[in-house]
Structures are given as C-alpha cells and as structure tokens.
C-alpha cells in the first residue's frame, strides 16, 4: 500500500504556482485562457485551486513557451501532436532535478564533514 506524503498539497493558489516558476501571477491567468488543458477549480471566492496536474502542465506549457522557444500557437500545437511525449520528457526532468539536488545535498554533507 501507498503512503500518502503528509506535505503533499491537494491545492495551490495562484500565488504558490506562480512563485514556482518564477513568473507573475498575471501569465498564470493569461495562459489558462490561451490553453484549454488548463481548469483550476475555483472556490467560493472565485481564487483558482491548482492540482498537481494542473501545475504538471504549466510546467510543460513553461518549458515549451519560456525555455524552448515556442509561440503560444506552436506550444498549443506541440501539446495537441505530441501530448504523452511531452509529458513524459518533463516527469523525466523532475526526476533529474530531484536526483541532482539530493545529490548536490550528499555532495555538501560530505564536504562538511571533511573539514
């Protein structure tokens, strides 16, 4: 049986996903008008709720638009031809990012502890 990591967040705000890409809150609400994979819920107040899912495609919607390049219009057309490729590339690049900081933090520890 799964655990259920106790830090894991059902929601972020708008707040939260923007400060994890580094962008304004502004172009979180743009590109959830200009791509429709993008649904936050929305509570009673009317403040977005992001899913992990939702913020798994901001980050492929980030990484093709701000990273590689792409227009909104190629973005959208990369997402709708080669959806499950892309997907897949940036759940392989968290991956990498979250061996490379543990290893980084190993890196440190050893070097703390030869001097």
Same mark, same amino acid.
């Given at each position: ?15 939260? &996903?923007?400060?994890?890409? $580094? &962008? $304004? ?10 791509? $429709? ?28 638009? @701000?990273? @590689? ?47």
């Amino acid at each position: 049986m799964l655990k259920k990591d106790k830090n894991l967040k059902i929601y972020y705000s708008i707040g939260e &996903v923007a400060e994890m890409f $580094n &962008v $304004n809150t502004s172009l979180i609400r743009f590109w959830e008008k200009e791509f $429709n994979v993008l649904r936050p819920r929305k509570n009673k107040k009317g403040n977005r709720l992001f899913t992990e899912r939702d913020v798994r495609y901001l980050h492929m919607i980030y990484n093709l638009v @701000k990273v @590689k390049g792409y227009t909104l219009q190629g973005a959208k057309e990369a997402l709708k031809e080669r959806f499950d490729e892309i997907e897949e590339a940036i759940l392989l690049l968290g991956t990498l990012n979250k061996t490379r900081a543990f290893l980084l933090s190993i890196e440190a520890e050893l070097a703390s502890q030869a001097t």
